[in-house]
T-cell receptor, first 108, second 112 residues
Framework: AQRVTQPEKLLSVFKGAPVELKCNYSYSGSPELFWYVQYSRQRLQLLLR?????SIKGFTADLNKGETSFHLKKPFAQEEDSAMYYC??????????WGAGTKLIIKP | DSGVTQTPKHLITATGQRVTLRCSPR?????VYWYQQSLDQGLQFLIQ???????AKGNILERFSAQQFPDLHSELNLSSLELGDSALYFC???????????FGPGTRLTVL
């Protein structure tokens, strides 16, 4: 079955520390993977997608097909990174399958 | 604003009542998605419409229904409301392809 798993509901790190939000997926085929972010009192928005291989706001995510993972990383966390992060994949019908989300708190 | 819009922003109602949430997609987007976000459940996909037709169904209760009109705006109808229906309801739209969805600001529903 197609599934996206974010094992951590809550992740709390200190400002300046590295951040890694975990995402594992189960999908038979070549998935397209995304990270969405929701800052406090703002709408959900796309952060990055794996096909773009881009770095947004210092975040990167590498698709590891062997481990079926798409972890989101940032070397030095900033307070403005505090938000809810969702990992998602697109199935063959362009439906997004969502993870449960990880709330990231950056402590000063 | 050519982005996704939702009305109303807030809605407070009583148990047993019925409400309608409205969503206007981005200009040109044919797909509309409805989601429910509550504190303990995260983001739950409810239903998708594409160009007026229902395309996919998620965890949508029978008390809930939706439709998409010829002008592509969509409405989510919630009836026989219960306390547990209190949540943020998001609408998103997409033009298809690449899976990117554009979200509206949400409607916060409080059932008292």
């Amino acid at each position: 079955a197609q599934r996206v798993t974010q094992p951590e509901k809550l992740l709390s790190v200190f400002k300046g520390a590295p951040v890694e939000l975990k995402c594992n997926y189960s999908y038979s085929g070549s998935p397209e993977l995304f990270w969405y972010v929701q800052y406090s009192r703002q709408r959900l928005q796309l952060l990055l997608r794996h096909i773009s291989r881009e770095s947004i706001k210092g975040f990167t995510a590498d698709l590891n097909k062997g481990e079926t993972s798409f972890h989101l990383k940032k070397p030095f966390a900033q307070e403005e990174d505090s938000a809810m992060y969702y990992c998602a994949l697109t199935d063959s019908n362009y439906q997004l399958i969502w993870g449960a989300g990880t709330k990231l708190i950056i402590k000063p | 604003d050519s982005g996704v819009t939702q009305t109303p922003k807030h809605l407070i109602t009583a148990t047993g009542q019925r409400v309608t949430l409205r969503c206007s997609p981005r200009s040109g987007d044919l797909s509309v998605y409805w989601y429910q976000q509550s504190l303990d459940q995260g983001l739950q996909f409810l239903i998708q419409y594409y160009n007026g037709e229902e395309r996919a169904k998620g965890n949508i209760l029978e008390r809930f229904s939706a439709q998409q009109f010829p002008d592509l705006h969509s409405e989510l109808n919630l009836s026989s409301l219960e306390l547990g229906d209190s949540a943020l309801y998001f609408c998103a739209s997409s033009g298809g392809g690449l899976g990117e969805q554009f979200f509206g600001p949400g409607t916060r529903l409080t059932v008292l």
